[in-house]
């Protein structure tokens, strides 16, 4: 298993706009193409507008194969203008569980 872990800097205050629109809208598209949203975040304490969100996948052709149909998907190209100019960094990390993590880890069998 493999986790994708965004995190999102937004334009000061932007992150209501940023959340209304993910939820009225990003958030189906996504799901309907990426599966395993492991959880939506927005910062309260420490680095202020932070938005992270993770997504989980087998491995890295199954995460390639749902990029890509979510990136040819209609519906996204026009969506991601509604949230474009809300962010202002966006970082992305690829990152496998410890074996004895309690998300995702390798347990015995």
């Known amino acids: 298993m493999f986790y994708e872990i965004r995190t999102y800097r937004l334009k000061n205050g932007a992150i209501p706009a940023y959340l209304k ?5 990003g958030i189906a598209i996504q ?4 599966g395993e ?3 939506y975040f ?4 420490g680095v202020i507008n932070e938005i992270v969100h993770i997504w989980g996948f087998s491995g890295l052709d199954d995460r390639e194969a749902r990029r ?9 190209q ?6 474009r100019d809300l962010i202002e960094v966006a970082e992305n ?3 496998k569980p410890a074996a004895f993590s309690a998300v ?3 347990r015995p069998i």
């Open 37 to 39: 949203l492991v959880g």
């Open 42 to 45: 927005f910062s309260e304490i």
């Open 78 to 83: 026009a969506f991601l203008p509604k949230i």
């Open 68 to 76: 890509g149909r979510l990136t040819a998907d209609p519906e996204w």
């Open 31 to 34: 799901k309907k193409h990426l």
């Open 93 to 95: 990390k690829i990152m």
């Open 21 to 25: 629109v993910v939820e009225e809208e």
């Open 104 to 106: 995702g880890g390798l």
